[in-house]
């Protein structure tokens, strides 16, 4: 073991909730990805949602949207499911969509966040349904695999609000990558993928200098497919889309302001493994 993996190691130990122990236990250590899954249940409430801070810029114990798509995301990374783990998430996020009645889409949040310890950020905006996290869930449930009426009814949402135009911003881009990188109409998302690279300039929290402090580059956003420990896998159909977004324009030019204050997520917060 190299002295910076047992230093990575270490901080884990002494730093990390047992879930992201347990996904560096997975990825690297060869430990089973069941006790990835194990975790989580602790996160899951009754009515189906994952609560309880699971993703830790809000501190909220009811569920939301934005904690079942942390917990997907973690499922993703370890490549593993649990059948009745993600219907019962499934079915809280139908249940959110038909209260939210916007025709399948679910917000991140809900106004339950004010009670509790939250970043400055997560305001009002943060509870109407949007692409962020629909297309995430779409995606990261397809790339689970798991069939579902909500995926296919977010899914049609999804492709008219892509249509229509994706809103500027670095984590809209994110969830809408994942959603390309893993819906099965492959000609149609790789043409979305398209009209987005040709728009990152616009935008003003992805800067195509990865240098650039405080934002996101076209390259950290990239579907990456990998396997549970890093590799490279086979070639896919998907490798064209990663292609058309990793070899957007890298050479700096005028944007907007950064915000300043989200660095590049893990991988497994984006949806890539």
Not at 8 to 25: C, G, I, K, M, S
Not at 226 to 243: D, H, I, M, V
């Amino acid at each position: 073991m190299s002295d910076a993996f047992a230093g990575a190691d270490r901080f884990l130990l002494t730093n990390a909730r047992l879930l992201e122990r347990r996904l560096f236990a997975a990825l690297f250590l060869g430990q089973s990805a069941g006790k990835v899954v194990d975790a989580l249940r602790g996160y899951q409430n009754e009515d189906g949602g994952f609560g309880h801070a699971l993703e830790p810029d809000t501190r909220c114990p009811a569920s939301l949207p934005i904690y079942v798509e942390a917990a997907l995301q973690a499922l993703a990374t370890v490549g593993t499911s649990d059948e009745r783990m993600v219907r019962a998430a499934c079915d809280f996020l139908a249940r959110v969509a038909t209260d939210a009645d916007a025709g399948g889409a679910v917000p991140l949040a809900f106004p339950v966040i004010e009670s509790f310890p939250r970043a400055a950020h997560w305001t009002e905006w943060t509870y109407a349904p949007a692409l962020n996290p629909t297309a995430g869930l779409v995606g990261l449930l397809h790339r689970l695999d798991f069939d579902h009426p909500w995926r296919d009814e977010a899914q049609a949402w999804c492709w008219q609000a892509i249509d229509a135009g994706v809103p500027a911003g670095a984590h809209t881009l994110s969830e809408v990558l994942v959603f390309l990188e893993h819906v099965p109409e492959r000609a149609r998302a790789e043409a979305a993928a398209v009209a987005l690279a040709k728009r990152f300039e616009e935008m003003a929290d992805v800067h195509l200098d990865p240098e650039t402090p405080g934002t996101v580059s076209p390259r950290s956003t990239s579907p990456r497919r990998r396997t549970p420990a890093g590799a490279s896998s086979s070639p896919t159909p998907r490798s064209k889309l990663t292609s058309i977004i990793s070899n957007a324009p890298s050479s700096p030019t005028a944007a907007g302001p950064s915000r300043g204050s989200h660095p590049a997520r893990p991988p497994y917060w984006n949806g890539g493994a």
